[in-house]
């Protein structure tokens, strides 16, 4: 995300990608997030759900909605 190429500023980011990398990846992702920007990550299996909502929550991110598939989820949450 460092990569000079890629822009400040986006109203939605998608991450289809492991917890921990999520969690790595997260100051920056809220960094590129517009306020009111939407951010959805996928990929978690559905017994970590709240640790993930937790992490969200914990870099000011407000959890919007969460979709369960089998046994993974994705989280819908927005920068304020």
Not at 40 to 46: K, L, R, W
């Amino acid at each position: 995300l460092d990569d000079p190429r890629i822009g400040e500023g986006y109203d939605c980011i998608v991450a289809n990608i492991l917890l921990e990398t999520i969690n790595e990846l997260l100051p920056d992702l809220v960094r590129h997030l517009n306020p009111g920007g939407h951010l959805i990550v996928s990929g978690i299996p559905s017994s970590r759900t709240d640790e993930a909502a937790i992490d969200l929550t914990l870099h000011g991110l407000q959890l919007q909605s969460i979709l369960t598939e089998g046994s993974w989820v994705a989280l819908h949450a927005r920068l304020h």
